[in-house]
């Protein structure tokens, strides 16, 4: 079931159906555990929309971010609780196929937000330290050392960055100082008081994204 709600609900880049560029500028996906707990996904896109007015121009240097989370009353001890509930709610709710599924999305098992970066500062300036990143975590050539690390079950962080047609970052791995992961991480928590509901199309009613020439 777990896979099925993320393919449905977690997939960012369903989140936007973009006027004139068909990607989101940045994508986040978080995994709790190495179960792939649902916790939350994140897409940012720059631009217009398919909804916006023909001829609306001011559009064009937007930056909108959506986000799919999995609800949880307070704030978890640990992010990867909020998958686990939310597949303990779904299985309260007897949902054993995709039309339930489906249902229960539409019936509020995920929260479904949007936030305007134009009207969240913290975000934004977020935004702008992009440049400060590094895509790997681990230098080519190790080092010998003594040092050894030893993380279990640990969370996982998906960030794909597309800042323009000919380029395309991508990091997963755990959340960590200085990488893409951790800046991801406090990306999702700069926008934490600006999320209001979104009212654009649900993910999992939109159809499947279109490919992006990945193989």
């Not at 897409?43 to 023909?54: N, R």
């Not at 975000?123 to 330290?129: K, Q």
Request: contains cysteine.
């Amino acid at each position: 079931m777990h896979q099925t709600v993320l393919a449905e609900a977690f997939d960012p880049e369903r989140f936007f159906d973009g006027r004139y560029v068909e990607a989101p500028i940045l994508t986040i996906r978080y995994l709790g555990d190495d179960y792939d707990f649902p916790v939350y996904a994140i897409a940012l896109y720059k631009g217009c929309h398919d909804a916006d007015a023909e001829g609306d121009r001011s559009c064009r240097d937007r930056l909108q971010a959506r986000m799919i989370r999995a609800p949880y009353d307070g704030e978890p001890e640990r992010p990867r609780w909020r998958g686990t509930r939310l597949l303990e709610d779904l299985h309260t709710r007897g949902v054993s196929s995709r039309k339930e599924l489906l249902k229960a999305l539409d019936d509020g098992a995920v929260e479904w937000l949007e936030a305007d970066l134009a009207t969240c500062p913290a975000a934004l300036n977020h935004a702008r330290s992009t440049d400060e990143l590094r895509w790997f975590g681990e230098p080519l050539i190790q080092e010998p050392s003594d040092e050894i690390a030893i993380i279990m079950h640990f969370d996982t962080i998906d960030v794909r960055f597309r800042p323009n047609y000919f380029t395309d970052f991508r990091y997963q791995g755990h959340v960590g100082d200085g990488l893409p992961s951790g800046w991801a991480d406090a990306f999702a928590k700069s926008l934490e008081s600006c999320w209001k509901p979104a009212t654009a199309t649900r993910p999992w009613r939109r159809a499947v994204a279109k490919p992006t020439g990945d193989k």
